[in-house]
């Protein structure tokens, strides 16, 4: 990954935050982006400590426009983009009786657009050099979960996504995998310690994930030695797909 520019997108979230620290570490040139600006700053602090610099930039990554911007800015200062990270993520599912169009038309702009915006023009400057590599973030929600029809639905749609562009782009070099999460431990999903010992015992591993676990998978998939691996939906759930799957 030394001296591979990529872009993170949905880089404020602690996920995002420890694929930029992994990737620092590894080498690459790191282009960040998310709309929290202030999030962002202090990712790219904590990847200074880790001896390295990132640049960051805030946007609206729903914004097809904006998505544009960034990526001609990126293209123009660095010359290409070689690995592109889609970690956005909105959890905002609700249980049918209060669903509407505008909540699962609202659920796909946040989950689903930014992601294909990026990934529609990413590819065409991945494609003059005939390589890249590109990771989808999603869910393991998307196998189904009450209450959040709209989401897990928006996550299913990243599934599909993944495999259709890594049979298209084969050929050119370029790789899509996904890693699918399961129950982490985050800022962002704080729960108390009786909740969080009881989620713990129901997974095989006995433990929550933490953003390290996403972090690793990531720079897998981002690698250059990683180049026969595409299509691929890598689950990182503590081995709770493994019930999942028995149930079905």
């Not at 949905?10 to 790191?30: E, T, V």
């Not at 690995?83 to 905002?92: G, S």
């Amino acid at each position: 990954m030394k001296d591979r520019t990529a872009l993170i997108v949905g880089a404020a979230n602690d996920i995002g935050g420890a694929m930029s620290i992994r990737f620092a570490k590894l080498g690459a040139r790191l282009v960040l982006i998310d709309s929290d600006r202030q999030k962002l700053d202090e990712i790219a602090g904590k990847v200074a400590a880790a001896g390295s610099e990132a640049e960051c930039i805030a946007a609206d990554c729903a914004n097809s426009g904006a998505v544009k911007t960034v990526v001609d800015a990126v293209v123009k200062k660095y010359g290409s983009i070689d690995i592109l990270v889609n970690n956005i993520d909105h959890k905002d599912g609700v249980p049918i009786s209060e669903s509407s169009v505008e909540t699962w038309e609202r659920s796909l702009k946040d989950n689903i657009t930014p992601l294909v915006s990026f990934c529609l023009n990413v590819i065409p400057v991945m494609r003059k050099r005939n390589y890249g590599r590109i990771v989808n973030v999603g869910s393991l929600d998307y196998l189904g979960t009450p209450n959040q029809s709209n989401y897990c639905a928006s996550k299913s749609a990243i599934f599909g996504l993944t495999r259709s562009f890594a049979l298209e782009l084969a050929k050119d070099g370029i790789t899509v995998n996904q890693i699918l999460k399961g129950d982490l431990k985050t800022s962002e999903n704080v729960l108390s310690a009786e909740a969080e010992e009881q989620s713990a015992a129901r997974l095989p591993v006995q433990r929550l994930g933490r953003p390290d676990d996403i972090a690793y998978a990531a720079a897998y998939f981002a690698a250059g030695t990683s180049g026969y691996v595409t299509g691929q939906n890598l689950i990182v759930c503590g081995g709770k797909s493994i019930y999942s799957s028995m149930s079905a």
